[in-house]
């Protein structure tokens, strides 16, 4: 990996490699839209590239990719892609990402450069750091609001928690799809 790139990625730089973990948690709505819990392994990659410049904004990020299987699966029950940026003069951490459901995510929160936790959230009707479905899932299972904490435990091992909060039609209470696992580097 290029060391110089790296050190330009901020909380970033810890996450670049290749990771797998086999520990997750997966909480979601059910086939009937209720809830189901599963037990996951997944394997993530981040390819550090940059700069790329928004005129006097100056971003490094991370090719991101992501693929999960139940435990005891061959297909993969879950997959996105995306980056990940760090504008360093602003000290923002983004999060850009596509399920292949058709949901897309701009996440984004303030970090310290040297941050070995750090929060990342997007609102549905946000300008900013928001969150856009397709007609479905806006009509039946609408994303109102996404927030992530990473916690880097080393060089070799870091973990997340995920809230993704769904208006489900025909449901008062806002359901919480929670994912949380701890992944290590394999590369």
């Known amino acids: 990996?290029?060391?110089?790139?790296?050190?330009?990625?901020?909380p970033l730089a810890a996450l670049a490699g290749v990771w797998e973990g086999d520990k997750g948690d997966d909480v979601a709505p059910s086939d009937d839209r209720g809830t189901e819990?599963?037990?996951f392994r997944?394997?993530?990659t981040f390819e550090p590239f940059g700069p790329t410049m928004n005129h006097e904004q100056r971003l490094y990020g991370l090719r991101y990719s992501t693929v999960a299987w139940r435990i005891g699966e061959e297909a993969?029950?879950?997959?996105?892609?995306?980056y990940w940026l760090?504008?360093?003069d602003a000290k923002q951490?983004?999060?850009?990402f596509i399920v292949p459901r058709g949901v897309t995510v701009l996440a984004g929160g303030t970090a310290e450069p040297d941050a070995?936790?750090?929060e990342l959230s997007a609102e549905a009707g946000s300008d900013t750091y928001g969150i856009c479905s397709n007609k479905f899932l806006d009509r039946e299972f609408k994303t109102v609001r996404y927030?992530?904490?990473v916690t880097v435990h080393g060089p070799d091992s870091f973990s997340y928690k995920e809230d993704t909060q769904l208006r489900i039609k025909g449901q008062k209470d806002i359901f919480h799809h929670t994912d949380a696992n701890r992944v290590n580097r394999v590369r």
Request: glycine share 6%.
């Open 1 to 10: 990996m290029n060391d110089d790139l790296i050190k330009h990625l901020g």
């Open 37 to 39: 819990r599963n037990k």
């Open 42 to 44: 997944e394997r993530m």
């Open 76 to 82: 993969p029950f879950h997959e996105e892609t995306g």
């Open 86 to 88: 760090w504008d360093p």
């Open 93 to 96: 951490v983004l999060r850009c």
């Open 116 to 118: 070995k936790t750090f």
């Open 147 to 149: 927030e992530l904490t």
